[in-house]
């Protein structure tokens, strides 16, 4: 589709998906959901719409929301823009007396205007997991190994899970006794890994001298498992502190997994202060300039949905996937079959493509009217495997003519024969 057609036609931020674009989507979705549901987690779909509440904890994220009005009451709704509140909202009212811990998976479309590696994108596709009603580091381990296994399974190969703790640099905030001006300025520095503009920022801070070196050396909170040696001996304040044991408590988990390969640090990531309380991750990919997973812990989250529960999960961005795994291999001798019947009564030609679909086979009718070269074209095009020819001559027979796209004769045999050779496991 040119470039010309997707500015006249579509809103900037939108795809269309055609023909193997979607199979290889598709492809992906349930290889995930394959491995959702051998963890034991159950699928939900959420309702599209929502009621439209205003997020009170960051302007930002709320103006990524699309709202539209109610036509029955006249209130504002919103498209969903993010699954885990959704779901938090519906273990507190829905699921509220359902026996815990609640192991709940979806795979959906997500509606927010963002920008993503300088391109606004308006809907994404996302497959993801909730663990709600533990509070274990066991269950932040094991959301981490769903997604490490999630990303093995769909042929990924070259990818890092970063680690993290919501609480690591939260603690070091609150010992500094920063304004909110303070918080977002340092947050942005931290959040460009400028070095420079928090020395500048941090001069002058009188409380918690420990804590403001630390800050000063960001690229010593970047690494394997020694950033937590580090930081434990050298963060000074004990919510951190706290964060750091955790994590190492997740490390050791993680290799009973055998996943530690793949496992780095970065305590200076910190995603959403008001969202994650706990361990948090990232999954990287090479030749992918944004997070393809993220998740983490966000009990204080649950709290706002009237549940005393605690919730660990994580997201796919399926979009950002289908672009780096390879297109999946199709099954061991399945080829396609354009059927192409001149005969007046089609019997054949719909026999022949049913027991072919019967047997796990693509097979397609050829109904338009057209010359034969027109119908091998066709199926050059469109990427057919062989064409099967009924009654080329008008001879009534029973027999079909097999030829590749190309045109070339493989056979000519009857119906039983050809289904005879390709159920043995044969080729024609």
Request: with cysteine; glycine share 8%.
């Amino acid at each position: 589709m040119s470039s010309i057609f997707q500015r006249k036609i579509l809103p900037s931020g939108s795809k269309v998906f055609v023909g193997e674009e979607v199979k290889k989507k598709r492809d992906i979705e349930e290889q995930i959901r394959g491995i959702f549901s051998l963890w034991g987690f159950k699928e939900i779909i959420t309702p599209s719409f929502e009621f439209y509440a205003p997020d009170t904890e960051s302007d930002s994220r709320d103006s990524e929301v699309f709202k539209t009005v109610d036509l029955e009451t006249g209130n504002l709704l919103s498209l969903r823009s993010d699954v885990t509140p959704q779901i938090a909202r519906i273990a507190g009212t829905f699921l509220e007396s359902a026996p815990r811990p609640l192991r709940l998976s979806y795979v959906t479309n997500v509606f927010r205007y963002m920008n993503v590696s300088g391109t606004y994108q308006r809907e994404f596709l996302q497959a993801g997991v909730e663990l709600i009603g533990l509070m274990s580091l066991e269950a932040d381990a094991e959301v981490i190994a769903v997604a490490v296994e999630c990303l093995r399974k769909i042929g990924v190969k070259d990818f890092k899970i970063s680690l993290s703790h919501g609480g690591f640099l939260a603690g070091i905030f609150n010992v500094l006794d920063l304004t909110q001006e303070d918080k977002i300025k340092i947050s942005d520095a931290i959040s460009r890994r400028d070095e420079t503009s928090l020395a500048q920022l941090l001069r002058g801070k009188k409380n918690g001298q420990k804590d403001v070196n630390i800050l000063k050396n960001l690229s010593r909170l970047f690494g394997d498992s020694s950033v937590l040696d580090f930081a434990e001996k050298t963060v000074g304040n004990a919510t951190s502190k706290k964060a750091v044991k955790e994590l190492k408590r997740v490390y050791g988990i993680l290799d009973l997994y055998g996943l530690t390969e793949q496992i780095v640090f970065d305590l200076a990531d910190f995603r959403d202060f008001n969202y994650y309380t706990g361990v948090i991750f990232e999954g990287f990919v090479s030749g992918v300039g944004t997070p393809v997973c993220g998740g983490g812990r966000y009990d204080r989250l649950l709290k706002n949905f009237g549940t005393d529960d605690l919730g660990t999960g994580f997201a796919i961005d399926l979009d950002s996937l289908s672009s780096v795994v390879s297109d999946s291999k199709q099954e061991e001798n399945k080829k396609s079959f354009l059927v192409v019947d001149f005969s007046s009564s089609k019997k054949i030609g719909i026999e022949i493509s049913r027991k072919l679909r019967e047997l796990g086979y693509v097979a397609s009718r050829d109904i338009m009217r057209r010359e034969l070269n027109d119908s091998l074209t066709f199926a050059r095009e469109s990427n057919f495997d062989y064409c099967l020819v009924i009654d080329r001559q008008n001879s009534n027979s029973k027999k079909i003519q097999v030829l590749t796209s190309s045109g070339a004769e493989v056979i000519i045999s009857s119906i039983d024969e050809i289904v005879d050779i390709l159920e043995g496991g044969g080729s024609l």
